[in-house]
């Protein structure tokens, strides 16, 4: 008899094993807290920006050696797998995508790689990432995609946006809440940017929108507020990040996200486990129009 089938069939040698409270748990714990802190370890000795290849992403990145984004690349070899896989499906060619919160531009880049007509929108408020954006457009040939720095929301003026140098993936116009930043103990600075809306960026550019994809820590029911005429015009399918933590710090919820998307006419579904209505659980979405 295996040792896996053995443990298997004793309940409780399985729960001492695997349960909460479990080794194997304990193990796993330890063994990540042992590989995060090698990998904080050397961002500290690295003194320039790290080049890492991504095939699935049409090309090779520039990225801060302190950026979170590296870590989950150096764990799993790859960044957001489904969620890539999502965006291709749904990417129509002729159709331009829109990327709201777009970093250091990985999802930018695989979307231009694959459209025929269609241009990309890729849209990042802080000055570290913006910067990044621009040399991995320009390192991938990437000539189809307009790189413009502005925070994006339900009206047009200026705000104030918090983010810790290296890794403004995590900036936000709210509360700092992610756990990766807040155990961290990281040093929060703020830049003052402009800020404008969906609405207003494709009337300005003569979009055609078919993708729309969202991930904007927190504020991600702010910018479909201010994506409506978008959304009833175009009919894009919608990729966003969803997160009641980060919601709840501009005032917003799952629930409400949910359901002024619905709203729109749209069916909402868990790219995670792919299941509608995904009220109660934080991940990615993707919404598909009803018509």
Request: contains cysteine.
């Amino acid at each position: 008899m295996s040792l896996k089938l053995f443990i298997q069939r004793h309940p409780l040698l399985a729960n001492v094993i695997g349960g909460d409270t479990g080794l194997y748990r304990r193990y796993r714990k330890r063994k990540e807290a042992v590989f995060y802190t090698s990998m904080a370890r050397l961002a500290q000795r690295i003194d320039a920006d790290v080049s890492v290849s991504l095939p699935n992403y049409g090309g090779s990145f520039l990225t801060p050696a302190e950026s979170a984004l590296l870590v989950r690349i150096a764990r799993y070899g790859d960044y957001e797998p489904d969620v890539l896989a999502v965006l291709i499906a749904h990417l129509k060619p002729d159709r331009d995508f829109i990327d709201v919160g777009a970093n250091i531009g990985l999802f930018a880049v695989a979307a231009a790689s694959r459209l025929t007509s269609g241009r990309v929108l890729a849209i990042e408020p802080t000055s570290g990432a913006f910067n990044r954006l621009q040399q991995n457009i320009e390192r991938n040939k990437a000539a189809n995609i307009m790189a413009i720095k502005t925070a994006v929301s339900d009206h047009q003026g200026s705000i104030e946006i918090r983010q810790i140098v290296g890794r403004e993936e995590y900036s936000t116009i709210g509360t700092m809440t992610h756990p990766s930043v807040v155990d961290a103990g990281a040093q929060v600075v703020t830049e003052r940017v402009g800020m404008t809306t969906v609405d207003a960026l494709v009337v300005e550019h003569g979009l055609r929108p078919g993708l729309i994809k969202v991930d904007v820590e927190g504020a991600e029911l702010n910018v479909f507020k201010g994506s409506c005429e978008t959304l009833l015009k175009w009919r894009p399918v919608i990729i966003s990040e969803i997160s009641e933590k980060m919601l709840s710090s501009l005032g917003g919820s799952r629930d409400d996200l949910v359901s002024f998307i619905e709203q729109q006419n749209y069916n909402v579904y868990s790219i995670e486990d792919h299941v509608a209505d995904p009220r109660g659980r934080d991940g990615d979405i993707v919404c598909i129009p009803k018509d």
